[in-house]
């Protein structure tokens, strides 16, 4: 039978649109499945890219956007429980909106008939898939928390509505969100603006809030990453954190959030971390290359067990990070890394085996094989196994994982008319204002505005974000100024100088830290970090070659801090006026409005004294601004 034969229209007589109504799961018996189909429904894949033919250099490159026979095949006759998209596998509505459909035919082909999971990280700002100009992905958590102290948690209700919203009309039902790291380490590679902010308690609030908004629309929340990852210097994609905190911090810092959103608002999913937390678990494990270690969260009964389950009361289903990054691969192969995560707890392997090709597929069945012998074995317990396998079916009868729109066309005439729409838009820009913070001067009076300067001299990451601003500047502004832009990608800066000496005021906002693999997409991506390591390099080089030449000019100049806001400790001295983003993300197009650079129109409408800032710093920042 087709998965749509048990969805109904929710279209009115007339032809035209009703609010979503999502196909309600019916509540049926548990389906009787054997032991490699239960396996099955624990694996969850990534398609990102797939070539028909065996690549020459051994690496695929070929985004994945339409399902062909030979994976819909895997997904039918394995019984595969769920995917993973990432931004390569999203190109405009009518092509995603046709991919999950096939994706949930395959499943419906199967002998279980259970629907996928079809995930994403959606987080917003930092971490979002979807294409920016196509869908609404706001400035990201730590925007959310600046916002507190004046909005508590209506934002970040809001942006959990609207995120699962356009992730639902799309046919995504598992959104890898919200992350709820207590975001403690400044250093922190991987996290930090990823986070609501440092306090464990606001973090638990807003986490939880965006959680049960994103629920009660329909879509599954998986909170991330257990048991934290806020206090880390090493990013678990390249490397093995450890988290040196004592049992006690761990309790009322680092859990905390998880604690009482378990508690509070039953999330569907939680995603471990692959950290090391040696107060909580200092079981060790020899390596494939024969090195004695201690066990991260991924692979520890006592964490996923004990901690998570019999101490917090989590009844949900557990999630790995994906374990094709470093902090799992570099010390298992591939097999051994899935059946140690089960033993230890897990209810699902993310991302467990790559199937980028045909010669890859193989490696499934010998992954099942595998894992099965491990049940025989008892390395796996049965007892597990079974339990493990009621919890996903349990999660897939409670939410509604189909769409309730029948026909491919109208849903895709649904999503086009609630993607980006003009309502989702103007919440995208009021979190951006709102969040918008002012550092220094710590008056509310500003010692200048633009609306007294006209020749504006931007200096930016690059290109692309100095045309956001100046576009935006150009539209909200009744004059018009003469814009130039100095982008940090440039090698050659010998006109620097004077643009700066010609220039009524000086714009110049910085990116830090660098780009990190969560932000790109994962593990795929890593023969690229090195160049974007390089480049980074290079730009924080060229700005600190001209901040002092700003300042010996006495020129105007405000300071933009458009990632993490600790930066302003290194920059800030050298500006009159200091702001904190806490996003930088353009859309395609960088000189839309309303359509994903909100962050750009929102800093315009500040420089041009349009609106009050309220935004508060949600993290520590040195003070060395003056």
């Known amino acids: 039978m087709s998965c749509f034969s048990r969805i109904s229209l929710f279209l009115l007589s007339t032809g035209t649109l009703s609010l979503p109504v999502f196909a309600m799961p019916v509540e049926t018996a548990m389906p009787a499945a054997n032991i490699k189909q239960m396996l099955g429904q624990k694996l969850m894949l990534d398609l990102r890219y797939y070539c028909a033919q065996i690549p020459v250099n051994g690496q695929c490159r070929t985004p994945m956007t339409q399902l062909p026979p030979e994976l ?40 279980l008939k259970l629907p996928l999971f079809i995930s994403i990280d959606q987080e917003g700002g930092r971490v979002a898939r979807l294409p920016r100009m196509l869908a609404t ?122 604690a009482q959103i378990i508690k509070q608002h039953n999330p569907g999913m939680i995603m471990t971390a692959h950290i090391q937390y040696p107060a909580l678990d200092n079981t060790t494990f020899v390596s494939k290359d024969g090195e004695t270690m201690l066990k991260p969260a991924t692979l520890s009964h006592k964490i996923l067990q004990g901690v998570l389950r019999d101490e917090l009361g989590y009844n949900g289903v557990i999630v790995t990070d994906a374990l094709d990054m470093a902090g799992i691969s570099k010390f298992f192969s591939h097999t051994e890394a899935v059946v140690q995560t089960f033993a230890a707890g897990a209810d ?91 550092v220094k001067p710590s008056s509310s009076t500003l010692p200048f505005t633009l609306k007294t300067m006209k020749k504006l001299l931007l200096i930016m990451p690059d290109t692309q974000k100095g045309q956001a601003l100046a576009a935006a500047l150009q539209h909200y502004s009744k004059q018009r100024f003469i814009v130039d832009i ?93 702001l904190a983003t806490y996003a930088y993300n353009t859309a395609e197009d960088v000189t839309a409005m309303g359509a994903g650079n909100a962050t750009y129109e929102a800093l315009a409408q500040a420089l041009l004294g349009q609106y009050k800032l309220t935004g508060t710093l949600p993290v520590t920042v040195a003070a060395s601004t003056n």
């Open 137 to 258: 992905s706001f400035a990201g958590n730590m925007a959310i928390g600046a916002t507190y102290a004046e909005h508590g948690t209506a934002f970040s209700s809001q942006v959990g509505q609207v995120l699962a919203d356009e992730l639902l009309a799309l046919g995504i039902n598992l959104n890898f969100a919200p992350t709820i790291d207590v975001n403690v380490n400044p250093d922190n590679p991987v996290i930090n603006v990823r986070a609501f902010g440092e306090d464990a308690t606001m973090v638990a609030e807003l986490g939880g809030a965006m959680t049960a908004a994103m629920q009660q629309q329909g879509m599954i929340a998986a909170l991330k990453h257990f048991p934290g990852h806020g206090d880390t210097e090493v990013d678990s994609h390249l490397g093995l954190p450890r988290v040196e905190h004592s049992s006690e911090q761990i309790r009322n810092v680092d859990l905390l959030p998880f």
């Open 348 to 438: 699902i392997a993310l991302m467990p085996v790559k199937l980028q090709h045909p010669a890859e597929l193989t490696a499934l069945s010998s992954l099942l094989d595998a894992l099965q012998a491990a049940v025989n074995d008892g390395v796996i317990a049965k007892q597990e196994l079974a339990a493990s396998y009621q919890r996903i079916v349990a999660l897939k009868q409670q939410y509604p994982l189909l769409p309730a729109i029948a026909s491919a066309d109208k849903q895709v005439q649904y999503a086009q008319q609630l993607l980006g729409s003009a309502e989702h838009r103007q919440a995208e820009l009021a979190l951006a204002k709102a969040a918008l913070t002012q």
């Open 486 to 578: 100095i982008s940090l990608q440039q090698t050659d800066l010998s006109l620097a100088a004077k643009k700066i000496a010609t220039a009524d005021v000086v714009i110049s906002g910085f990116i830090s830290p660098m780009q990190s693999l969560a932000d790109i997409g994962g593990m795929d991506d890593l023969t690229g970090i090195a160049n974007i390591a390089a480049a980074y390099q290079r730009q924080t080089l060229q700005y600190e070659h001209l901040l002092p030449q700003i300042k010996t000019q006495h020129k105007p100049h405000v300071f933009l801090s458009l990632r993490a806001p600790y930066d302003i400790t290194r920059y800030g001295q050298y500006a009159d006026i200091v």
């Open 72 to 111: 819909f095949a895997l997904i039918r006759d394995y019984d595969i429980g769920g995917v993973i998209l990432f931004a390569e596998n999203l190109v405009d509505i009518k092509q995603i909106v046709q991919l999950n459909r096939d994706l949930q035919q395959a499943a419906a082909k199967s002998t």
